[in-house]
């Protein structure tokens, strides 16, 4: 049960997530506020890809920085920590998809509410901001659509650009195996996403 | 290139991509100038250029979280997903704070239910789990372990160290996978603590008959220290 792989990944920006999070260990909490606006809109697109609904998304996004932020003294300072923060963020989303799944499969109106993105770029042209809100849309309907042990994998590597290495790491599989459900979920993605030919 | 041999090569490419997972710049540039002028390839690639741009071979280093000021000076912009939640970070952040205080003051209630609640059941566990190595007047010297040969860390988190992490220290000198710590505890107290392993995996001590539910879905133990009151039982 407990195949745990010691990989620790050197990151190079310019405060690191490991100085911040020690910093909020030390007391500084308004440190742990950059941890937020660095994860945020990866997690928010994880939680959508997820649950197909913004207003779980939002709900499960609070969730998940309160449990990280609770849980942060756990964190091994030395480990590799963005591994972690999807750790705890995929066990709080599995356990709300879980309940979720039990009471009845997604309904159309989840899947209408996927095309509710928000709209973060103001300003753009209005045509090309209503392309990349469908494209998004479509990217995150497709990623839902997926069964479960490739749509987590897809949520992380292409919607977080996560490496092989640390989804190996977080999810406790292989790289072997994390690339092998990433090459079946290119082919079902291709096959899906090229039938969008509905609109003229 | 005529029209429909440009179609074919983009096809060629994205069954390229979906074999490989890897694509060149100048193959995606190809395929995003294509589809730009041809609509049918368009509305057959474009949903699936999100993906084909994440497996550019050399757009980032691996392993690098991608920052947001990189990503929209980055070239390839076109299709990089940008959905952002409505909520602020200082929204979310008064939140974390404001979860967190109440956290702290249920965990203090929670004891307090606890220790009444379990009072009765909770010597049994207390034998079965943890060894008292020395004892005083008011406190005890507790083991705790747990056999977990792969782990690479262990520590024990719980109301007595305020969720803290206290590592455990392999035992002996040979491999056995068995980790221990000794921590002393107040007499008469009843404490719930988890093993974390690896500073991720929580578990309730798997030697522990009494357990109770916690916040968050999972399982705590729970350990009374015997003092007085069982004394008289």
Request: positive net charge.
């Amino acid at each position: 049960m407990l195949i745990l792989l010691g990989v620790t990944l050197k990151r190079d920006h310019k405060q690191s997530d490991l100085e911040i999070v020690n910093k909020t260990l030390q007391g500084d909490t308004s440190a742990f506020k950059t941890i937020i606006e660095r994860y945020q809109d990866y997690l928010y697109r994880t939680a959508l890809a997820f649950l197909g609904n913004p207003e779980e998304a939002e709900d499960a996004l609070q969730e998940i920085f309160i449990n990280v932020y609770r849980y942060l003294g756990t964190f091994r300072l030395g480990m590799a920590f963005r591994p972690w923060i999807y750790t705890t963020a995929l066990n709080h989303l599995k356990k709300i998809y879980r309940k979720k799944k039990k009471n009845l499969k997604f309904s159309a109106r989840d899947n209408e509410m996927l095309e509710s993105l928000p709209d973060n770029s103001r300003g753009s042209d209005p045509q090309i901001l209503a392309e990349k809100k469908e494209t998004e849309a479509a990217v995150l309907r497709a990623v839902h659509s997926l069964q479960d042990d490739l749509k987590v994998v897809v949520t992380l590597y292409y919607l977080n650009e996560m490496s092989t290495r640390e989804i190996s790491e977080t999810l406790n599989l292989s790289i072997e195996n994390i690339k092998s459900r990433l090459y079946r979920a290119r082919k079902i993605l291709k096959k899906i996403l090229g039938k969008n030919k509905t609109r003229l | 290139m005529k029209g429909d041999m440009a179609c074919k090569k983009v096809e060629t490419l994205t069954d390229l991509w979906a074999e490989n997972g890897i694509l060149t710049k100048d193959e995606y540039n190809y395929i995003l100038a294509h589809i730009k002028s041809c609509g049918g390839c368009s509305l057959k690639f474009s949903h699936l250029m999100p993906f084909i741009n994440r497996d550019i071979n050399d757009r980032f280093t691996t392993g690098t979280l991608p920052e947001k000021d990189i990503l929209s000076s980055q070239k390839y912009t076109d299709f990089h997903l940008n959905g952002s939640p409505n909520l602020a970070a200082d929204s979310i952040m008064n939140n974390v704070l404001n979860a967190q205080n109440r956290f702290n003051r249920n965990k203090r209630l929670h004891r307090v239910i606890s220790a009444a609640a379990a009072v009765v059941i909770i010597f049994l566990g207390s034998i079965f789990l943890s060894s008292y190595i020395q004892k005083s007047k008011t406190e005890v010297l507790v083991k705790f372990s747990l056999t977990a040969p792969e782990a690479r860390s262990v520590s024990v988190v719980g109301d007595f160290n305020n969720w803290q992490p206290s590592p455990l220290v392999p035992e002996g000198p040979g491999k056995n996978g068995i980790w221990e710590i000794k921590i002393k505890l107040k007499k008469g107290r009843v404490y719930t603590y988890n093993f974390l392993i690896d500073g991720k995996t929580w578990i309730p001590d798997p030697a522990s008959p009494v357990k109770v539910k916690d916040d968050f879905g999972g399982e705590s133990s729970l350990i009374h220290i015997q003092g007085e009151i069982f004394k008289k039982l």
